[in-house]
């Protein structure tokens, strides 16, 4: 009988190109023009050769064998990263998520990832909204999402809940419609089986994934609602004092 790992794939040059997008599919692929690859459940054991795909803004990795990552650390223009449902027990320094600035989106559920430490290593990733941890050894741990919540200051949203002040700022007792894990902090961000359209659809869709978890932020978030109040009586309090020296 077979052992599981016989039937493992590396990945190929041939096969990221076929199942990878250009801006312009009118044109030639090379590796170095994909901006979209696709290549969930798969059976791959590696990331071999994506890191010659500089341009690479959403790589989904989903569903396969994957154990490491550090080939991707060229990828630097990627905003949507998919690894859920791998093999991934330890996740790249500070040094590799540091390149990445424009990272938006990482779902890393459904891994053996377990120590707290490699958590700790994203917050270098300066523009990291929306992560899920779930179904890992770490999501089991006492205090979890206290520690996430509080390691990676840009984050917004993690595993099913958008980040409420009430787990930034300790020891502030809200209303009810405020609370962590209230149901209108509820948002299912997670990626579903998809065949992507075109790059501009796929970017589209991250976008509006984004925009979600804002848009619940800008309701439901005391701080936010605060500002946005002073500033809006700044901003009243300036145009009056304009219209008053025009006159």
């Known amino acids: 009988m077979k052992k599981l790992t016989d039937y493992l794939v590396p990945t190929s040059k041939n096969m990221i190109l076929e199942c ?5 599919q009118s044109l030639g692929k090379e590796l170095e023009d994909l901006v979209i690859v696709q290549l969930n459940g798969l059976y791959l054991k590696n990331v071999e050769h994506l890191q010659y795909c ?3 803004k959403i790589c989904i990795l989903s569903n396969n064998f994957i154990t490491n990552i550090d080939s991707l650390v060229c990828c630097r223009h990627l905003v949507e990263l998919d690894l859920h449902g791998n093999q991934i027990q330890h996740l790249p320094g500070p040094v590799f998520w540091e390149g990445m600035k424009e990272l938006n989106l990482l779902y890393l559920h459904d891994n053996g990832i377990g120590k707290l430490d490699d958590v700790h290593a994203l917050s270098c990733c ?10 890992t050894p770490l999501s089991l741990k006492i205090a979890y999402r ?7 200051a840009s984050l917004k ?16 007792k809200l209303p009810e419609k405020y609370k962590s894990f209230c ?3 509820f948002l299912d961000f997670c990626p579903v089986a998809r065949k992507e359209g075109n790059a501009e659809e796929a970017l589209s869709r991250v976008k509006d994934v984004i925009s979600k978890i804002n848009r619940v932020l800008a309701h439901h978030s005391p701080i936010i609602i605060v500002q946005r109040w002073i500033r809006g009586y700044l901003t009243r309090k300036r145009l009056g004092t304009d219209l008053r020296v025009g006159v």
């Open 20 to 24: 990878g997008q250009t801006i312009d």
């Open 54 to 56: 500089f341009s690479l």
């Open 126 to 135: 300066p523009n990291l909204i929306g992560l899920t941890l779930f179904d």
């Open 146 to 152: 206290h520690s996430v919540v509080n390691c990676i």
């Open 157 to 172: 949203a993690l595993d099913y809940y958008v980040i409420s002040d009430e787990e930034i700022v300790e020891g502030w």
């Open 183 to 185: 149901h209108c902090l």
